[in-house]
């Protein structure tokens, strides 16, 4: 696939127009549920004036149990994914995990994601490279902020022709069940990687597995550090919005409510354009 101009949200966000805003479900549980948050978060960010990404997974490939659920399969999510970009008109965002899917992930949404536990599967990172499409690659957990740019390069020279990319910051390993981010990390990886960085709000105050066998959660922690990443500087900002969290089949305990993502929506505008001089500088 040759690269295509890019539009809207994803314009803004991979030539850096303006702050953007990556968010939705963990998982396309219905196409009501996502029809909804797209138009209710779609209008959210237009009214203050910040670019817009659906995101939702048609997979959940990296559950803790075996019994959780994973979604509808990719032939019932890519439908919904692609009912979404072309009803409610917003460009949207979801990861693959296999080689395979590349090519027909990228026929149904705009930008194809690589989760961070698959961050250096070279033939993955390969196979979205050769699509064209831009790609968003959340680095892993095990991996220190200086190795982004190992990515960038190995997703470079993997395609003639790759289509643009991202680095999504999620959060480290610290310990067993517990993620920590080093804010000193955005500032290595924007650097190093020279492209738009992205900081995952949501994933990073994930507990991995902590719950017998389910990952919880501080969703209220989100806020904190998502406000605590713009001062550093971010393109683009990740979140996880369910109605109701506590009823959510994938992430619950650690994805906003929607007033939770306007709330914090405003507080990161307002840090984003006040640090602007240094981000400019």
Same mark, same amino acid.
């Given at each position: 696939m040759q690269p295509e101009k890019l539009k809207g949200g994803v314009a803004d966000l991979f030539e850096r127009r303006r702050l953007t805003l990556i968010a939705?479900? %963990?998982v396309?549980?219905?196409?009501?549920? %996502?029809?909804?948050l797209a138009q209710s978060l779609a209008a959210m960010c237009a009214e203050r004036g910040v670019g817009y990404i659906f995101k939702a997974s048609f997979d959940k490939a990296n559950r803790t149990a075996g019994s959780s659920f994973r979604g509808g399969g990719?032939?019932? &999510?890519?439908e919904i994914l692609a009912r979404v970009r072309a009803e409610v008109q917003v460009p949207v965002i979801t990861d693959i995990h296999l080689p395979e899917q590349a090519a027909p992930v990228a026929a149904?949404?705009?930008?194809?994601?690589?989760?961070?536990?698959? +961050? #250096?599967?070279?033939?993955?990172l390969a196979a979205a490279a050769a699509t064209g #499409?831009?790609?968003?690659?959340?680095? &892993?957990?095990?991996?220190?902020?200086q190795d982004g740019r190992h990515i960038v390069e190995k997703f470079r020279r993997s395609s003639p022709n790759p289509g643009p990319l991202a680095l999504t910051e999620r959060g480290s390993c610290f310990g067993y069940h517990n993620l920590v981010v080093d804010m000193r990390g955005l500032e290595i990886m924007r650097a190093q990687a020279q492209v738009p960085l992205i900081f995952d709000a949501t994933h990073s105050v994930q507990l991995p597995s902590a719950q017998d &066998? #389910? +990952?919880?959660?501080? #969703?209220?922690m989100a806020r904190v550090l998502a406000r605590a990443a713009a001062a550093v500087g971010i393109d683009g900002l990740f979140c996880e919005v369910h109605p109701d969290p506590d009823n959510a089949l994938s992430d619950g305990p650690n994805s906003l409510t929607p007033v939770m993502m306007a709330d914090t929506l405003d507080a990161v505008c307002a840090i984003h354009a006040a640090s602007a001089p240094w981000r400019a500088g």
């Open positions: 939705g479900p %963990c396309a549980e219905s196409w009501a549920l %996502c029809r909804d990719m032939a019932a &999510g890519l149904a949404v705009d930008v194809l994601q690589i989760p961070a536990f698959l +961050s #250096r599967q070279t033939d993955l #499409r831009p790609v968003n690659v959340k680095k &892993g957990q095990f991996m220190a902020p &066998g #389910r +990952s919880g959660g501080d #969703r209220q």
